[in-house]
């Protein structure tokens, strides 16, 4: 992949959708997901994030364990430019902080498992991130379910990715904390 191409890699995904859309794409604890279904739920998360009038290079973080969402979380911020931050769930305290002070997220998606964590490093956050939780929302946190529920399943317009060659930062994908506090790869 040559560092100026106008290919991401949300692309080769939606080419891999238009190819197999009938096709199972992703089982996870019993639940199969075909690409056609992956895509549409991808495509909400765009339209989500494009409400939210997030642009192009701007972040977001997903604190989640492993789920069928988790994917189609940063494949459909892809879509719209937005990088995704994903924070390893097993992180507490000073480390999830961390990674959020550095990512320079504006809002942090997590679940009922980790929200906890989250609400326990917030005092070590620089700056204030929306909450919103893939679950039953309480105090200042809102539920990421129900917004969803309003966003489009079609593809959002390729135009607001024009101008991003592969070299743009899809992710941020941490280390583990081995030695000192995580570190960020793009």
Known sequence: ??????????????????????????????????????????????????????????????????????????????????????INNQLSGMAPAHCLNISAATHVIVDPETSPVFEAAKTLIEKPLQQWIMGHANGDQRDLVQALKSCSQLPPDRTVREGMTAKDTALFIFTSVTTGLPKAAR
């Not at 991401?8 to 199969?32: H, K, N, P, Y």
Request: glycine letters at 8%; one cysteine or more; aromatic letters at 12%.
């Open 1 to 86: 992949i040559a560092p100026d191409s106008p290919n991401l890699i949300c692309d080769d995904l939606q080419e891999a959708v238009d190819q197999w859309r009938d096709r199972s794409a992703m089982t996870f604890e019993g639940r199969t997901v075909s690409y056609g279904e992956l895509d549409a739920m991808a495509n909400r998360f765009a339209h989500w994030g494009k409400g939210l009038n997030l642009r192009r290079g701007q972040t977001v973080a997903l604190f989640m364990p492993n789920r069928l969402e988790y994917f189609a979380v940063w494949y459909g911020l892809s879509k719209i430019g937005v990088v995704t931050c994903l």
